[in-house]
């Protein structure tokens, strides 16, 4: 085969590799030589304690409230195949995945916010006490909003892998809708769960936005809130390296326990050709099928109505032609444009080294470490707090001038860090069934180097390349959390811009701001996760 | 009884590009091979019999019965695929239990029911095992246990051999003769094998473009001549 061509593309893996790790790596060390956390007795006081048991306690139910509303609406899904605008709602619930969680939050409190359409409700019914959506029921509501739909599209996938002959011998034999649930549907969903849940627990114990900004004080603070707290106000490295230490053993625990246990769930192929089923139509089932898809629909379509609804009353030719607005455009542009492309770059470089050098006949120990470590750094990199990275940053760049310079350098690199994973597991199944399917050939054929990247790689992978880089977009123009250290006048993104406003109380620019940035990130995760809707070719 | 196990009359099934239309009267205590090139509608045809496919106009009659509007269960047949019939997360006798109850609640007895379906077609034993660990001719007789404990008079086969090499496909054709024998059912099998057609059934039903074009008995079948696409079928046999 071409062996130099392939040991170039091994050294430059581990470049890339060895840039992330030493990326991270700098920024932690950074933060403790700066701080020293030796003889503080202080770091892990009741506040840390507390703040600990309020991540995993929010986290553990958003999961399950997730997953317990997620199963019904799943099954409802692969049953009413012939549900009316069941594609429409598929395709509604791939969109929180791509709204930016500063945009989702706003939504949800035009909905369920003291001002929202259910208080106005629940008051015009003489309910004197209106509910809060500020504090544990918020951030619970909020996650459930991103992650419902999420576990409920993967289940639905798996369900949707069940043979079809399933479904006629089930037929066939007169199985009833509880039969059909414990003895077919259940054992797939159950399956998966230890998957969807891990999932959906990472990003809920992670999540800083939605904390941020409906957590509503110190009683409902995550590690990632306080971390992030730590270092903008208090400015007390040593306790956000405690906190951000204390982060990442707990995921780093969870997601080394969830390798044992559960492989990773696989996305695709849902919606798209529905499987002829035949059960569900009878009367009850039927009907309990259409409650829970319409309150899904519901549930899941109000915060995008609400936010189309306010955004439409701003006033939006002014802000759009308002100077901020046309720099926080361009600055976004210019962050995510370059994010995205180094996140795509590099995984396509760390899949390709990893299957390089594993496809070797004899790897031994330092090449299976090698691949390893790369493939546990595309997932262990969510456990990096992206404020940790920044901070340490900041400080290792400070002797060199004012750190405003560098700090869009900072942000790209953190937001590309951020996307990796996901760009990884958009890219990897592509790349590597293509690699399976052409490898031999374009090698006995001698096709190599730039032509094979030209005729052999580049056509089928397109696809695959413009869905990541596209999905990468969408996840660093919504982000809050690497720029919410380094946001000001001088650099300000959309969602910086659209916190800000939030924060002055000028409600009706950042009703405006959010549709505008709702409907960017949104056309981009639309274009990002298209593939989704490619109808498979019909079977039998 | 006199009824015909099976009866299409004047059926229609509209796809989109093709219309197919079937008219037949299957004699009850038959084995009947159903051939025909891919996407002569043989599939098709069963799926009407067993409740799969509404057709959109006709009259499909089983031991007399109208079935229209019946759903799958309610009909006096089993089906057998060519893959995927058996549960793969469930044991051996749990997939044969739902033969007996399809929401798997057994009674005493049940259990040697169960054994007793699994040793009549040679897998004493087997109970406990899961679908994987079987060979593609042991999932196979799984499958026909659980039709022998449903005992549905109409047993409708969708190329059930297919997946099997030649001679564990003779070893199921005489099993499956065998138990023809002791249950006096009927049975529709979609083969692709002449084999299959000259050696087990009693008559052949033979598509062509979504039609019914010849429905003999077994010994006239093999010596027509009159259509290509018969010829062509039977002609397999000589290539090999």
Not at chain 1, 106 to 115: A, K
Request: glycine share 10%; with cysteine.
């Amino acid at each position: 085969m071409f062996a130099s061509e392939n040991r170039m593309t091994i050294a430059a893996g581990g470049f890339g590799l060895g840039g992330i790790l030493l990326f991270v790596g700098l920024a932690a060390a950074a933060l403790l030589v700066h701080g020293g956390t030796g003889g503080r007795e202080d770091l892990f006081d009741a506040y840390v304690w507390r703040v600990t048991r309020f991540t995993l306690l929010q986290a553990s139910l958003s999961t399950g409230l997730s997953i317990l509303f997620a199963i019904p609406v799943a099954r409802a899904l692969a049953r009413q195949a012939a549900f009316p605008g069941r594609i429409w709602l598929l395709r509604l619930m791939a969109l929180p995945l791509g709204l930016p969680a500063l945009v989702a939050a706003l939504g949800l409190i035009e909905v369920w916010g003291r001002q929202g359409f259910l208080n106005k409700a629940l008051v015009a019914a003489g309910l004197a006490e209106p509910i809060s959506i500020y504090g544990l029921f918020g951030i619970l509501l909020a996650h459930v909003f991103f992650n419902m739909p999420l576990a409920a599209r993967l289940m639905l996938a798996g369900l949707e892998r069940i043979p079809a002959e399933y479904w006629r011998t089930s037929a066939n034999l007169g199985m009833g809708s509880l039969a059909i649930f414990r003895f077919i549907e259940w054992p797939v969903i159950r399956g998966l769960l230890p998957g969807i849940a891990g999932l959906v627990f990472m990003l809920c114990a992670t999540s800083f936005t939605l904390v941020l900004t409906l957590g509503g004080g110190p009683a409902a603070s995550t590690i990632e809130v306080a971390i992030y707290q730590a270092l903008r106000f208090d400015f007390d490295p040593p306790r956000a390296i405690a906190l951000s230490g204390l982060q990442v053993v707990l995921t780093g625990l969870l997601l080394l326990l969830l390798k044992f246990v559960a492989p990773p769930p696989e996305e695709g192929e849902t919606s798209g050709r529905a499987i002829r089923r035949f059960d569900g139509c009878q009367g009850l089932a039927r009907l309990a099928d259409r409650i829970w898809l319409t309150l899904a629909l519901i549930f899941v379509g109000t915060p995008f109505a609400a936010i189309a609804a306010s955004g439409l009353q701003a006033d939006l030719a002014r802000l759009l032609s308002e100077h901020a607005v046309h720099r926080a455009l361009l600055t976004s542009a210019a962050i995510a444009l370059p994010s995205a492309a180094i996140a795509v770059a590099i995984a396509a470089l760390m899949i390709r080294t990893q299957r390089l050098v594993l496809s070797r006949r004899r790897h031994g120990m330092p090449a299976r470490f090698f691949a390893g470590t790369i493939g546990a750094s595309m997932s262990f990199i969510l456990l990096a707090p992206p404020i940790v990275l920044g901070a340490g940053w900041f400080l290792l760049l400070r002797p060199f001038g004012d750190v405003a310079r560098f700090a869009p350098l900072i942000v790209i690199a953190i937001n590309a860090l951020m996307a990796l994973p996901f760009v990884h597991r958009v890219l990897a199944p592509a790349m590597v069934t293509h690699a399976a399917r052409t490898e031999r050939l374009a090698a006995s054929l001698g096709i190599g180097g730039f032509h094979r990247l030209r005729w052999i790689d580049w056509p089928p992978l397109r696809k695959a390349f413009f869905t990541a880089f596209s999905f990468a977009l969408a996840l660093s123009l919504g982000d809050l959390g690497a720029i919410a250290l380094f946001g000001s006048q001088d650099l300000a993104t959309l969602p910086w811009l659209l916190y800000s406003r939030m924060g002055s109380y000028r409600t009706a620019d950042a009703a405006g701001l959010a549709l505008l940035l709702g409907i960017l990130c949104l056309i981009f995760t639309v274009l990002g996760t298209a593939g989704d809707d490619r109808t498979r070719g019909s079977g039998t | 009884m006199t009824a015909a196990a099976v009866i299409l009359r004047d059926v229609k099934v509209r796809f989109e590009t093709t219309v197919l239309k079937f008219d037949c009267t299957v004699p009850a205590g038959e084995i009947v091979a159903v051939a025909g090139a891919s996407g002569s509608g043989k599939s098709t045809l069963l799926n009407v019999i067993a409740g799969f496919e509404e057709p959109d106009q006709g009259e499909v009659r089983i031991f007399g019965d109208e079935m229209a509007g019946r759903p799958p269960a309610d009909r006096p047949v089993s089906v057998i695929f060519q893959d995927n019939n058996l549960f793969a997360h469930l044991d051996v006798a749990a997939n044969v239990g739902f033969g007996i109850s399809p929401s798997l609640r057994l009674r005493n007895g049940d259990r040697e029911r169960i054994e007793e379906a699994l040793d009549r077609v040679g897998l004493a034993g087997f109970g406990k095992r899961l679908p994987p660990t079987l060979s593609g001719g042991e999932r196979q007789r799984v499958a026909l246990a659980r039709a022998l404990v449903r005992h549905r008079p109409l047993l409708l086969l969708d190329e059930p051999f297919a997946a099997l090499d030649p001679g564990m496909r003779a070893e199921m054709r005489d099993l499956l003769a065998d138990l023809h024998q002791e249950e006096g059912n009927t049975i529709l099998m979609i083969t692709h094998h002449p084999d299959d057609v000259r050696l087990f059934s009693d008559s052949v039903l033979f598509l062509d473009q979504g039609r019914i074009v010849a429905h003999d008995p077994i010994d006239r079948f093999l010596e027509r001549r009159d259509l290509t696409a018969i010829n062509r079928f039977l002609g397999q046999e000589t290539g090999r």
